[in-house]
């Protein structure tokens, strides 16, 4: 399944600079807002957002890993 093409067209590593340029913020915001509702730390909830947002990261290299 083919993401967008102009994503496709990028090299491997403009396309992982793009997606953790992308969800690395959003997970740190959202981490950092959400905190408190758990009972975490907000500077905690931030490093636990930054951590959950690799996961698209991870999902990409392994996405090329298997050649599809």
């Known amino acids: 399944m083919a ?3 102009w994503f496709e067209a990028l090299s491997l590593q403009a396309q992982l600079v793009l997606v953790a340029a992308v ?3 959003i997970g ?3 981490g ?4 408190p509702e758990f009972g ?3 500077i905690l909830g931030g490093a636990y957002g930054l951590v959950a947002a690799s996961l698209p990261l991870s999902l990409l290299v392994l996405r090329e890993a298997s050649g599809a």
């Open 32 to 35: 950092y807002l959400f905190a």
């Open 28 to 30: 740190f915001a959202a």
């Open 3 to 5: 993401l967008l093409p």
């Open 23 to 25: 969800f690395d913020p």
């Open 40 to 42: 975490v730390e907000p």
